[in-house]
């Protein structure tokens, strides 16, 4: 059974940083998309930041860049999310989910839900201005 947990969660003021992280039981990082998806009160999903791990390219969302960073840690088999100079707006749940195989024959939309198979619990991240 794949589990897919996300940790690092908290509660912050503006302008300070938070990491969160995301740990795969079951499965081994290796050539998937994992991706970090928000969620805000009253707001839908949204895509933040995705690493493809077959190339190690990474994606961001617009109202993200220069702020946060996706990387992979392959030898603790997870993947984190640097989260630095937060903004209120940044508050949500933010979600872990990983895609795939992709690859060079499949590369689908980094932001289409749909195509990540298995999704964390969230973690809470609440800005205070």
């Known amino acids: 059974e794949v589990q897919i947990v996300e940790s690092g969660g908290g509660w912050v003021q503006t302008g300070e940083s938070l990491r969160l992280s995301c740990a795969a039981s079951?499965?081994?990082?290796?050539?998937?998309?994992i991706a970090w998806f928000r969620q805000a009160p009253g707001k839908g999903r949204e895509g933040v930041a995705c690493?493809?791990?077959?190339?190690?390219?990474?994606y961001y969302t617009d109202s993200v860049k220069g702020r946060f960073t996706i990387s992979s840690d392959g030898a603790k088999n997870a993947i984190s999310l640097q989260m630095n100079s937060l903004k209120s707006e940044d508050t949500a749940v933010y979600y872990c989910?990983?895609?795939?195989?992709?690859?060079?024959?499949?590369?689908?939309?980094?932001?289409?839900?749909?195509?990540?198979?298995?999704w964390g619990q969230g973690a809470q991240v609440t800005v205070s201005s």
């Open positions: 989910a990983v895609g795939g195989p992709w690859g060079t024959s499949y590369y689908p939309d980094v932001w289409a839900a749909s195509e990540y198979e298995y």
């Open positions: 079951g499965l081994t990082f290796d050539d998937q998309a």
């Open positions: 690493i493809t791990l077959f190339d190690g390219d990474t």
